[in-house]
């Protein structure tokens, strides 16, 4: 058990504390008990951030533990599995067969990716404590298996040869049914050889998740991935998508391994301008009209003209030109110009928007905390300490939700998630240090 400092003291800090405890496994932390019984790849990123300000060893191993199952190309996968716990999680671990692929660990694993925040968390974990960091060779480690992900990144997954990544799965964006990948997965089957079992509907109702055509559609696009032992060179892919918060998180990573290789005696030269190269590549993705960025469907090469929270994330970058326009835009109708309690995952004013269906509308966490410090970034204090306020007390009222209704801050998915605990933690251990 965690025994809390006392710049995160007080009623929040322990329910959050309470959370990340009753989810760690001893060597890292459930997204959630029921819905998520493995290690995911992004989730490990945001939650090592709030462990910094209470465990900052904890907050290591958690990242040290996501590194056990790196490939051999440089990528860190999606999911590393328990196998005591196969079966209840769909693809489950005899699905992807990953221990039979060359490139992959002696672990079992997913053969996809999410996004790249893992080089982020660990400059923030070293941050919280420079002195537990060097007593264990935190950064000195790390760096090198960063180094090899982002290098995966830049070499295999530039698809569409604007150096940008690209995801070849919706799952790996983390935004599972985002409208970003309507059009593009209209050409995808929905009729896999896998038979599909639905274990999520256990812990959430299918009100609040992807479709069973949704589903059909992923699982097709994850057997053919797998099928050619998730070889990103082969050409064969159906959905090949830019997603502006990708790209915008690896970007941000970058500046963070300059750091890192700097604190360590490295050239921290060769990040800092990968990390330019990304910023002003990610303007390729922006629509004057819409005043954010949107999605690239590489196989067709067209942009995908929706507003979307991906949109917006962009502005967690500093320099980035198009920030003035996207800062009006995510503060004006389309996002909090209606006065949520969070950001919505989606245009409010779309035809399709839903508030409580999955990536399709309502407000996430993790993607608000984003947004809160893409406005500290460009000097919107006064709107990030709101949102702040908001993220806070939604997440101590309804215990750690998924995610919520933006405007009644009703539950939705599952509860004490894991990323909500650790950011809601994070936020506080911000505004105690400020007093």
């Known amino acids: 058990m965690f025994v809390s400092a006392p710049p995160v003291a007080g009623d ?12 760690w496994t001893g060597s890292y932390t459930l997204p959630a008990t029921g819905l998520y019984p493995h290690q995911w790849s992004w ?3 945001f939650i090592a951030i709030g462990l910094s300000h209470v465990s900052p060893e904890r907050a290591q191993r958690e990242l040290e533990s996501l590194l056990t199952g790196q490939w051999a190309d440089g990528r860190i996968p999606q999911i590393i599995y328990d196998v005591s716990r ?3 999680y769909s693809p489950d671990a005899s699905f992807w067969g990953s221990t039979q692929i060359p490139a992959a660990p002696s672990i079992p694993t997913a053969g996809l990716i999410q996004p790249p925040n893992h080089a982020w968390a660990a400059w923030e974990v070293h941050r919280a404590d420079p002195a ?7 950064l000195p480690r790390l760096y090198p298996r960063l180094v090899a992900w982002h290098e995966y990144l830049g070499t295999r997954r530039d698809r569409g040869g604007r150096g940008l990544a690209s995801v070849v799965h919706p799952w790996e964006s983390g935004m599972d049914n985002s409208p970003l990948w309507d059009k593009a997965l209209v050409r995808v089957p929905s009729t896999p050889q896998h038979q599909i079992r639905r274990p999520d509907l256990l812990h959430a109702d299918l009100s609040e998740r992807p479709s069973e055509k949704e589903y059909g559609k992923y699982f097709w696009l994850a057997e053919q991935y797998r099928d050619r032992e998730c070889d990103d060179l082969r050409g064969e892919d159906r959905f090949l998508m830019e997603d502006p918060t990708f790209n ?3 970007a941000r990573s970058e500046l963070s ?9 490295r050239d921290p030269a060769p990040h800092r301008v990968r990390a330019a190269e990304l910023t002003a590549a990610l303007g390729g993705l922006y629509d004057e009209e819409l005043g954010l960025f949107v999605a690239r469907d590489v196989i067709d090469d067209t942009l995908v003209r929706k507003a979307t929270i991906s949109g917006v994330v962009p502005l967690i970058l500093p320099g980035l030109s198009q920030a003035p326009a996207v800062l009006r835009t995510v503060l004006g109708p389309r996002f909090l110009g209606s006065r949520p309690l969070m950001v919505p995952s989606y245009d409010v004013t779309a035809e399709d928007f839903q508030p409580t269906q999955y990536w399709r509308g309502p407000a996430w966490f993790n993607m608000t905390w984003l947004v809160i410090r893409g406005l500290r970034t460009h000097g919107r204090d006064r709107e990030a300490d709101a949102l702040s306020a908001n993220l806070r007390a939604l997440a101590l009222e309804h215990q750690f939700p998924e995610y919520v209704d933006p405007w009644t801050g009703a539950p939705h998915g599952t509860r004490n998630f894991s990323w909500t605990a650790a950011l809601a933690l994070d936020l506080a251990a911000f505004h105690a240090d400020r007093r």
């Not at 929040?12 to 989810?23: E, K, Q, R, T, W």
């Open 86 to 88: 196969d079966g209840d």
């Open 132 to 138: 537990a960091s060097r007593a264990r060779d935190f």
């Open 12 to 23: 929040l800090a322990a329910a959050a504390i309470g959370v990340l405890d009753a989810n």
């Open 257 to 265: 391994l300059a750091n890192i290789a700097a604190a360590i005696g």
């Open 43 to 45: 989730d490990s990123g």
């Open 248 to 250: 915008a998180l690896w």
